[in-house]
Structure formats: C-alpha cells, structure tokens
C-alpha cells in the first residue's frame, strides 16, 4: 500500500501548505521537498501538536537521564516535569517550561527558540506559543529549521559528505533524506553515525523516512503542483488587474475622442 493513501485529507492539505512555505523560502528541488516531508512525516505525521510530557518513570530515564527516583517523582505530571527539564534555552522563569514545551511539525521547544523562529518568520510565537500548532505557521518554522540545519551542515563541510552543495542540489532520494535527518538530529553528529542508521535503525525513524520519501515525491509531482497554489492565485489576480486596467485605458481614450 502507497503511503500517501493511509493519509486523511487534513494530513494532504498539511502537505500543500508545507510545500508552498519551501517553495516560499527559495527550496524548490522536488527531491528536496519530499525529503523534507518524509522527516515530518516521521516526527508528526503532519499533525502539529504539542508535546504532552505524560512519561512513566522510565521513559524519564530514558529520555531525560535523570534519576529513576526523581524521575518517579515526575511522572505523570506533564507540567512538572517540563519544567524540570526544559529549564534552558532561555527558559528563564518557572513555568517556561511548560509554556515553551514542544510543538508544531517538529517539536519547537525553548523560549530561546520561540523567539528565534518566531522573529525568522514573523510571528509572535513568545507572546503566543500555540501559533506553532496552526498548520501555515508550523510549515514555516519547518521549513527555516530545515534550512538553517541545511546550512549548517554546509558550513561544516558535511554536505558535500551527501554529495550536494546546496539545499536544491541533491541528486537522489536517498542522500537528500539521509541530509535532512542529519539537519533535524543535530548537525553536532556525525555523517557516519547518520548514514549507519540506513542499516542500523532502532527507532525506526530513519527506515520510515526512505520507505515513505519515493511516495512523497511522487505526491509532489502529480497532485500538489497540480493545485494552484497561492503564487499561482497571486499570478492570476495581477493578470486579471493588468486586464482590467488596459481594458479601464481603451475606453477613457475612446471616451476622450468622442
């Protein structure tokens, strides 16, 4: 079964929207769109939400390394525990935690964060954080996470480690989705401790990213650039002005002869 077909029509309008904030922000490759939207679709199924924190005691070990006796302490209460532990990042008053918690595409989380992309979008996301949840707003915030780890990765000489020199130069699927996972892991990793996970997967995120990312392009390909878009719309309206105005022209001349 293709993967596009187990999506509802919200998660294909949530992929419109996402493709049109790349081509917005210059990311135009269809390669690199579908790779985009493969991670997304692993991280959130083109859903935004926001993180709940409702951890057992050892999924707190697990994920926040703290204690298995303060970890006790935490679970089951969301607000406590991100506030625990998402004390950083210019969280710096009690209860930033919890307000600057995860969400959107891609779990934006800090309120250090909050304002960056907030301010690289913007859109207030500090003074109201559940923004990052409207569809339209977490496509952008996606697409500027993907590409600042993008360029980070080419400031690093990693980049051309996927054999491409920029975020529209990849020449397949695979080392596209391989660079985009890199830029959502963190850039700090290695090459050779992403490309490993093509084998070595344990989560599982990677394998659903390639299994998913030929299906996607193709999506892109033959249904999403088949709607028009808002840039198309624009187009449109400015062609109809421009008719209407030489139309406006021809009949004030004909009226100034007569």
Do not use: C
């Amino acid at each position: 079964m293709a993967y596009i077909t187990t999506l509802s029509a919200e998660q294909k309008t949530n992929i419109s929207y996402l493709v049109d904030a790349m081509i917005e922000a210059g990311i135009t490759s269809p390669i690199s769109q579908a790779s985009i939207l493969a991670i997304i679709s692993k991280e959130s199924a083109f859903i935004p939400k926001s993180e709940k924190m409702n951890y057992t005691a050892n999924r707190i070990v697990t994920v926040f390394k703290l204690s298995y006796s303060e970890a006790e302490k935490l679970a089951g209460k969301p607000e406590a525990l991100a506030n625990r532990v998402y004390n950083k990042y210019g969280n710096t008053e009690y209860g930033d935690g919890w307000k600057y918690r995860g969400r959107g595409y891609n779990q934006l989380t800090f309120k250090g964060n909050y304002k960056k992309y907030g301010d690289a979008i913007g859109v207030d996301l500090v003074s109201n954080p559940d923004k990052a949840n409207d569809p339209k707003v977490a496509s952008k915030i996606a697409v500027q996470f993907a590409k600042n780890g993008i360029e980070s990765l080419k400031s690093q000489g990693k980049l051309s480690q996927y054999n491409s020199n920029d975020i529209n130069d990849f020449k397949n699927q695979k080392d596209s989705t391989l660079a985009f996972y890199h830029a959502n892991a963190g850039t700090g990793k290695s090459v050779e401790r992403i490309k490993a996970l093509v084998t070595n997967d344990t989560v599982g995120g990677m394998t659903k990213a390639l299994a998913r990312v030929g299906d996607l392009f193709n999506f892109i390909k033959t249904d999403v650039k088949k709607k028009p878009t808002k840039y198309l719309m624009n187009g449109l309206l400015i062609g109809i002005g421009l008719l209407a105005g030489w139309i406006l022209i021809k009949k004030f001349k004909k009226n100034a002869k007569v």
